[in-house]
């Protein structure tokens, strides 16, 4: 910002402090291709690992980021990654789709056991992502859970009191399907 000169001198510029934070040199351009054939993370292979993505101007394009994970799953995402007022501002797609969700979320560590025989089979999700350091954004999501639709989008606030709204439309909702089998 310029500071208004005094009277009878010349105008001096004074630059504002930027706020604190990370910033992507505008300055540096390059472009990223890393693939692997296996990774191993929590005793399984995650399989065709492939990230692509362009550092041009200040941004961080992602262009591809994909994997086949345990379940049968496929994951895929791509977006940018930029900076505002010293801030990571980041939008972009995923999408997941799995054959077998029950061995996806037990090789991310999440119990689920107790769910009967039958249930957690396929699932799919595509949406749109946005967050710009005081909320994250989920629009357009499809999602199915064996068969079960959903349809919607949601807003997490991130401030001092926590807040979400949702707006998310389902086909059908049986829960009790869901629940551990009491004997």
């Not at 010349?10 to 351009?29: E, H, I, L, R, Y």
């Not at 994970?69 to 007022?85: H, I, K, Q, Y």
């Not at 061995?103 to 089979?121: C, N, Q, R």
């Not at 859970?145 to 389902?170: E, K």
Request: no cysteine; net charge positive.
């Amino acid at each position: 910002a310029e500071a208004p000169a005094p009277a009878g001198k010349k105008a001096q510029t004074q630059k504002a402090d930027a706020p604190a934070g990370f910033a992507w040199p505008a300055s540096v351009n390059g472009t990223f291709d890393l693939s692997a054939t296996t990774v191993v993370y929590n005793g399984q292979e995650t399989k065709d690992i492939r990230v692509v993505a362009a550092l041009q101007n200040g941004r961080l394009a992602v262009e591809k980021a994909e994997a086949r994970l345990p379940g049968d799953a496929a994951v895929s995402l791509n977006g940018a990654v930029s900076t505002r007022r010293g801030a990571f501002a980041i939008h972009g797609s995923a999408k997941l789709a799995t054959n077998n969700i029950r061995a996806l979320l037990s090789w991310l560590k999440l119990k689920v056991d107790e769910v009967p025989e039958g249930k957690l089979t396929t699932a799919t999700f595509a949406g749109n992502f946005a967050t710009s350091g005081e909320e994250i954004q989920f629009r357009d999501i499809q999602a199915t859970l064996d068969g079960s639709r959903l349809a919607g989008g949601a807003t997490l606030a991130l401030r001092q009191r926590p807040a979400i709204a949702a707006s998310l439309a389902v086909d059908r909702l049986m829960i009790d399907t869901y629940l551990p089998v009491t004997k």
